[in-house]
């Protein structure tokens, strides 16, 4: 499962998640990007699951 963590989530949640193929927003370039860009750059990227501390997410 590929995941997306968001520059609000501890960069270190990766080694919790050793059997999936998780990368960072800052790594992919999606640094700075708002919620609606993020979401569609997620989906085009091909991530099955953006983890993110953003509680005003669920409104887009």
């Known amino acids: 499962m ?3 963590l968001d520059e609000n989530v501890p960069h270190q949640l990766r ?7 998780v990368a960072t927003a ?3 370039g999606f640094a700075g990007y708002q919620n609606g860009e993020l979401l ?5 990227a ?4 953006l983890v993110t501390g953003d ?4 409104y887009r």
């Open 2 to 4: 590929k995941v997306l």
């Open 15 to 21: 080694a919790h998640l050793p059997r999936h193929d």
């Open 26 to 28: 800052a790594y992919m």
């Open 40 to 44: 569609q750059a997620t989906e085009g």
């Open 46 to 49: 091909g991530f099955d699951v």
């Open 55 to 58: 509680l005003s997410l669920e």
